[in-house]
Each structure stands twice: as C-alpha cells, then as structure tokens.
C-alpha cells in the first residue's frame, strides 16, 4: 500500500529495514551488562545488522551516563560497562532506506529516567498526525519529561530520514515552540526524546569515531585515497566507524581526509553538567489517520 508521495516498494523497505532493527535491537539490548565491553555490544549489533539488511545506516552509538549521542567504541577500545546509564542507538538500511531506533538499558539504578523518555515518546508519536506542528510534539515530549521532573536535552531533535541520508527534515524538537514544520502524509521521521538529570544541553566531547563523507574530490595521498574509495564504495554518504575501515594507517588517513574538508566527524555529546542522559527513539512513517511505527 502506497503512503502519500511515498510507493509501496519504498513502504516495503522501510518497513523490512524497521522490523529487522527492532529484532536486533533486542537481542542487543540483552547483552549489556557489568563487565561486557561496549565493543562487543557493537560488533554483535553490526554483524547482526550485516546479516539481516543491507547494512548499517551509522555505526552502533553506545552512549553511557553524561554521553548522548555519537558515542560508538574504536577499534581496540576494552571499555567495559559498569553501573551506568546506557544508551543504544542503531540503525538499519534496505537499499539505502532507513530505520533509526533506540532504546535505554538502565544499570545504573535510576529507572524513572529512562521511563521518562520512553512516555515521551510514547506521547509524542500518539500527537503525530497530518496537519500537526512539529512544535506541538515536542511540548508533548517536554511536558512528560518535565513532569517527571526532568529537563529535556533542548538542542537535539529528532529529524526526518529518506534514503541514504540518515538526518533530514522535518526536525521534531523536544521542547515545546510556536513555530514548527506541519507533519505530511509520508513524511518518515525518527522520534526521540532525551531525558536529563542536569540543565538539558549538551555540547561536543573529545572523543570522535564517527565520520560521513562531506565531499568527493581528489587526494594525493595514497593511504587517503584507499580510505575514500572504501567509504564511497562501501558507505556512500552514510556515517561509518573508523574502526570500520581496513586501510594501511587508516587513522592517519581518516584525519587527513577530515583535515582537506573531505570527511565530516561527528564528536561525542555530552550533557553539559555531566549529568545522566536516557533517551527512547522510533522511526514513524506518517499516515492519513495518525503514524505506523516501523520499529515497534
């Protein structure tokens, strides 16, 4: 069945790319636990996701406590988990359409944060509907969070996903405005909350493993150029992990790349205060009665 602009071959995609992210999103979740290292967390997850689709749309994120987004282990990386508040962002593409999903493992002890996020997003894809603001979502999401007496992280949003790009519009923010995008018959987005102990913002950590192509052009070096045509051959403009990338001195040739403007990375966020970060996500496609959930 076709959905608004979108047809029903391309439907079918999202919706095998979303049922297979749930499954492995699952087993995964299962996983973590005290002394289990965030790199077999990811490794299980990414085979798993090779198995079943296409391929991964951006490396695993396993972001921990303060952490909330863009957190994805390096190559040699021995980090276990501990008593810590666990993040699991993952997705999924079927010939380059894509499904993004999250959930919150928490072993930390404090279950209502992550129930937090998790109503949030319960109440922000039962507001979604044709004609409906975005802005209005996202007071749906910060009126829960809040009211668990939470601050909502203000400058991450959800964002739209078409095929080969895992970050469009339409963007859902998690705090409430007057101004927003009207969601359409089609429109297929991915929705999720954060929830926060601290003051709700986060800015960029040290740490980067993440990197997207930017932009294609000619390199001289030759270890650069091996790592570009793998990432064009392999990942074309989706985010990839370094540790992804099997090149002589692929490190060196990953920051030169990045250094000539040819790759874009993707630093570790962080909560501002280095306070606890839980987070819920789906990918919705938008119907003329409401929202599918394709990750459900």
């Not at 198995?51 to 695993?60: I, R, T, Y």
């Not at 501990?82 to 919150?104: N, R, S």
């Not at 009207?182 to 297929?188: I, M, P, S, Y």
Request: hydrophobic share 35%; proline share 4%.
């Amino acid at each position: 069945m076709s959905i608004g602009p979108l047809d029903e071959e391309t439907v079918e995609k999202y919706r095998e790319a979303g049922q297979i992210l749930r499954q492995v999103l699952d087993e995964t979740a299962e996983m973590v636990e005290p002394g289990v290292t965030h790199l077999e967390v990811a490794e299980y997850a990414e085979d798993r996701i090779y198995e079943l689709a296409d391929g991964c749309a951006f490396p695993v994120n396993i972001s921990v406590n303060e952490e909330a987004s863009h957190a994805s282990p390096g190559r040699d990386d021995e980090t276990e988990f501990g008593e810590d508040m666990v993040c699991l962002d993952c997705g999924v593409h079927v010939d380059g359409y894509i499904a993004d999903a999250a959930v919150t493992v928490d072993l930390s002890g404090n279950a209502e944060l992550k129930e937090a996020a998790e109503e949030a997003l319960d109440a922000a894809l039962d507001a979604v509907a044709p004609g409906v603001q975005t802005g209005a979502v996202g007071a749906e999401i910060e009126d829960v969070i809040r009211g668990y007496g939470y601050t909502p992280v203000l400058n991450l949003s959800g964002h739209g996903v078409e095929q080969w790009d895992a970050h469009t519009g339409p963007n859902v923010p998690n705090r409430g405005a007057e101004r927003g995008i009207e969601f359409e018959v089609g429109d297929v987005v991915a929705i999720e909350p954060f929830a926060t102990t601290g003051s709700g913002k986060v800015t960029e950590g040290a740490k980067e493993e993440i990197y997207s192509l930017e932009r294609d052009r000619s390199v001289r070096n030759r270890s650069a150029r091996q790592v570009l045509e793998q990432v064009k051959d392999e990942y074309k403009t989706l985010p990839f992990a370094a540790r992804w990338i099997d090149a002589p001195r692929a490190d060196i040739a990953i920051q030169r790349l990045k250094q000539q403007n040819v790759l874009h990375g993707y630093p570790v966020l962080k909560e501002d205060d280095g306070e606890l970060v839980s987070q819920a996500e789906h990918t919705i496609i938008v119907t003329e009665d409401g929202c599918e959930i394709l990750t459900e």
